[in-house]
């Protein structure tokens, strides 16, 4: 428990710096997390998917789960569903489900990587008749989104090769435009598409979303409502993902994110358990993107989603870990004191830049969260509240063998 | 079809150049390489397994695979069984039962990943029930090598961490040193038992054993009969592999491969695919191994094992493409000029040292393999011979949903 | 030595399998690789030069040393310059002296890392009286592009941060573009501007073009006549350079390489000494953009350079193998069956594609080569016939202490 | 500045915790951090070294950079010299400027790289002559040990190969075995002798000593007094820095450190910059390590040193940061509730374990260094203190063009 003291004091002296603490306060609390429908259910890696006891049986239960992370922190009423792991007769029925629990149906995910026809690829496979399957497939997706009111279709092809040699690159190439423009053509007014990308797995030679120039590439060509998604885990190592960022947000072409955490490829870690500094170094860019009129739009509608695969950890408790160590690291972020900053870095003093930007990490943003996790009539600490409740208990009635991938 | 002409020029060429041909075609009919059962089992990536038809549906079938791969290459009279997946009632049957296919059985590998209760770790678990009933499914591995004729028992451990602060490594490396010493003791005379590493995957965070150094450290714990395996895709970015396969062998501790290729990280794709020239490197250090009587012996009991997972092409002919695919950078590796290259060597010519060892790499040796094969009274292309065979249509009455990993 | 037999032979081999051998030698003899006048001189790492006795005193000694070169190989005729290492004071004379060299000067490059002023970058540097500098050296290889008969202006930014904070991305990349957009306009009618790109170094935290996209980015901004220039050395580790390639000649914006390889960074080695079927599969890509109509303009216009930083080997002797190394890729590359290349993909056949393309790729070439030199009046043996000339011998009254970086 | 107030509830908030807040100040009081003499020199990469105004002209000058250091953050005492940088004509008149200024001298490093005789390495050169030269320097160091009262040999070779083939791995190993035990023999009694290892630059094939496990074996065979120096930016991208810190505590071979920090390859910048949660979690080991009895000896040998190459910042300033980021780093390990933490573990628990972790990692520590400042009579913030002092304005007097690398 953080005492009335201590926030008291924290207070005050973010504001003897100068932080205007009420707008950051403000900017916690409308941050807005989405959940997957996925990351409350079983999953693994290529050597063993180990079963929890009390993992959803069926996509309203993983929306109840979603409920009870939305209840606990405050800033995740969206789920994100993914078919057809989330297949149900009645699309009008899991959305109000949804709306009773508090929540709203996000992203729509359309699942390229499973059907047996998929093998060699999706929409990018050297049959017609796979890639025409894997169309219609994105289109029914199209047809839910408008079902279960969700304005964002994201996209992540598994398409690619595992050996030099076995398809023709740039004929894959011309596959992916066809069909991304059959869908933006589909697509719901109103609605976007976000393009992911991914260095490599499930293809192993080349991947043909491989980074986010490639997606990007084909955004420039289908128009203004399709966007990029950046997924933290899918980059080379050593890629500065700040970096993309900045540049995605300057050209107004950043959609959205898939937050989670990596060591070493895409390994679906919670977020901001490997490397909490470049998680903050992101939300910098994001906040100082929110601050820049000619930005300002494009970072306002980014759809920040978390996407993670708990193989060996409690699910809530790892879903609620990640959404608060998002708002941890923006928390962070909105205390940059972005005019001195600007000045030091405009005089070229390459200590006190760097130093700038570095106080703001240093700070411990725990007391800001509790207050405003207080003023927000929630729990201070959202996953000693959720350990000590009912729910971890009452799921255990579920028993082993929910629905996984 | 490569012509006699053909043949015949290729061999006077080389001999004029000083390379001892019949010595050449010698090394090369006594090179044995091992194949994994598993490697004609289903298999695939997180994402999925596709599965095939025709695949085996027991381990018996499995050994038949092995036996037309060896019918068709000559080299391949081990098979390397991993338990349970070759779990059988009566293990002297299946030792009787590749007798008959004309093959033997080779490394004996444990499984200790799937087991629920394996979830965090195996010989590592922070809990001493587990410890021992991982120990105990070695021994359990050790007594079936009695049974099925194995002089290798080869370990790779899945044991590490996906979270910073999850588990104490330094504790964990005392339980694995423990298990490891108690299983050594319990190895059958004359018996090696070899210990892999592996960088990452399952493991996110640390790896118990994630380089050569660790596998090393132990073996030098443990004694003589243990030894290193080098898994040619379980290496960080960049790391040179024919450096670590020197230098193993100049301490008499590699004891065996598991070949395969990789492109990004453990993509376990068929040998020689990707990185041509890498896989030379490294033969190449196991023939200068060879010749050099400080290393000979070391060299001449490496086990050669192919270890892929085949999740998009037929297995029985990746099988063989890979044998190939060995069967040429061993070749290749036998033409290297050695005393020449010695001498540029030793006078610091750079650009002549670099020649004379990428020469042998640019000499193509098919006509010598459709010389050693004839020799051997065997297809001079082993993958049109199978393809042009009864075998793969034979295959086909197993049907689909053999028996996976 | 290879023997008139085994060419003969070869030709035959060839040809029974449907190869076009005359077509084949004809693309080889019409390859133009561009050396850079730099690559003569003495270079090294940031921990030490090491200088060469017999290296160029001022420009026009690298010039005949790269005459040299093309007198050897018959395909270098041409020469990059690098302002100010190339500074001379009659530029037209150095133009003259290279023409009767039987030489024309290639791309021109603007040195934007070594002026005291640009410690924190040149067109991106926060302060304005540095940018105007930079863009001012940049305008001057313009005009020197005109007095030399070069049209193509090769642009590598240092510029980056090596520190979080340091400076504001967004920010410097709108000053990248400004000064890109101001030398366009400069650009001589007919010349082409190539944007280079790089993964890291000089800069450590972020590089203002750190990739592909970031470069095609700006050139979609700039208009037809900006290109990117790929680096063999410049990509993250396990990027897939083959797929930039056939990338960026799709969208008909390749438009050089600077050949060189690495095994860990920007390693600067000779062309093709570590991974030569990368170099291959690179090549393929852009055999495939000459065949196709789509792409043939733009992959026939590519700038093919080389440039490496020889810091252990002789300098003329490394150029001579990295020129021989990309021919023997570019032969191999011409070999691939691609009709039944493509029909084996079309089917999807993952083993028989993966196959053709490597068939190409383990036929030794080096009679071909020698029957393409034969016929173009050259030495068999580049590298051979240089050693024993009499050109290193009378280089070396240059003394040491040439005119390195 | 931070308040007694903010200082008080800090203390109070950790004692409520049961945080010993007496000890944790005392071991900060009581670490020992040497700084680099050639850290407050020019330096820069292979581009361009950008020279400073005020750089140190001589070993003296460096020496009185580094007591202003040591004055200011009250924890370096300590100096490593390099030779000949350092090279004087009285050594024991630099050990007693050194003691006047209150330091002593560190850690001496021979160096094996630049040298016109170690273009191809140095103690594992072809030639007998070059290793000689090699080893009689080391040697020369030794008797420089005695002399300025030194009882570290630290020792970094740049010895490696460029190209596949270049020089023989195995004989290049025994070479380096051959050296070492000399240079071994010679040590001083009570010195030790601490071997680096870096994965690649300046070589770039294969690096003699490329990893912990190479000099691990080496001092293994040499005997107790030869440890493994870990420098945090020579590793492959990915490795688990900690995992190897952890391993060499366990073994009682962990000799030394070089802090620095790096996002792509040996990129020195500023210790915590990049990935300031890394650096904590090597803290966290070594902390560990002191705590428990079966390693703690090691762990308290352990000499922390910074190595670190200031291309773009002021040279103090810059290695104040790194002092300050190193105390930070140390504070939060301290901070760890281990007898939770270890009971977490035990009991199986991910996200507990992984949480208590995180909580000293995320406790700002400022105020608790603050503490320690004054208690120590130091100022609170050493930078600031510095850039206030008349020591940046006094040293503009030694111009510019100061002894660089």
């Keep these: 428990m953080i005492s009335q003291a201590e926030i008291k004091l924290w207070v005050k002296v973010q504001e003897d710096k100068g932080i205007p603490v009420e707008t950051v306060k403000n900017r916690l609390k409308n941050l807005v997390i989405e959940t997957p429908s996925w990351g409350y259910a079983d999953c693994g890696t290529r050597f063993k998917v180990y079963k929890q006891v009390g993992v959803p049986r069926n996509p309203y239960e993983k929306l109840e789960d979603a409920a009870e992370v939305h209840r606990l922190t405050g800033v995740c009423p969206k789920v994100a569903i993914h078919i057809p792991w989330d297949k149900v007769d009645d699309y009008s029925h899991l959305k109000s489900y949804a709306n009773e629990l508090g929540l709203g149906i996000g992203a729509v995910n359309p699942n390229l990587f499973q059907d047996d026809n998929f093998v060699l ?21 199209v047809e839910i989104m408008k079902l279960v009111g969700s304005d964002v279709l994201s996209l992540w092809f598994a398409d690619g090769t595992n050996y030099p040699g076995q398809d023709h690159i740039r004929k894959r190439k011309r596959y992916m435009l066809e069909a991304l423009s059959q869908i933006y053509e589909a697509l719901p007014e109103n609605a976007r598409m976000l393009i992911e990308y991914k260095f490599f797995e499930p293809a192993f030679y080349h991947t043909d979303l491989a980074d986010w120039g490639m997606s990007y590439n084909y955004c420039l060509k289908l128009g203004e409502r399709a966007q990029v998604l950046v997924d933290l885990g899918h980059h080379a190592q050593g890629t500065n993902i700040p970096h993309i960022v900045a540049l995605l947000l300057d ?23 490997i490397d909490p500094y470049e998680l903050f170094l992101v939300c910098n860019e994001l906040i100082d993107g929110e601050n820049d009129p000619a930005t300002a739009e494009c970072a306002r509608n980014i759809t920040y989603m978390i996407d993670q695969c708990h193989s060996i950890e409690s699910k809530i408790p790892a879903m609620i870990k990640s959404v608060v160590n998002i708002q941890t690291a923006f928390a962070k972020a909105l205390l940059v004191q972005r005019d001195a900053l600007r000045q030091a870095q405009e005089e070229g003093d390459v200590i006190r830049s760097e130093s700038i930007l570095k106080d703001a990490f240093e700070t411990d943003v725990r007391p800001l969260l509790a207050l405003v996790r207080e003023e927000m009539g929630l729990p201070q600490d959202p996953l000693a509240s959720y350990l000590q409740s009912e729910y971890p208990k009452k799921i255990l009635e579920r028993g082993i063998g929910g629905q996984g991938w």
């Design 121 to 141: 690829g999706s929409v990018c496979h050297p049959r017609e008749e796979v890639r025409k399957k894997a169309i219609s497939h994105i289109l029914e997706c």
């Design 251 to 273: 050209e107004g072409k950043l959609g959205g994110f898939h937050f989670n955490n990596r060591k070493y490829a895409d390994d679906d870690l919670m977020v901001g358990t």
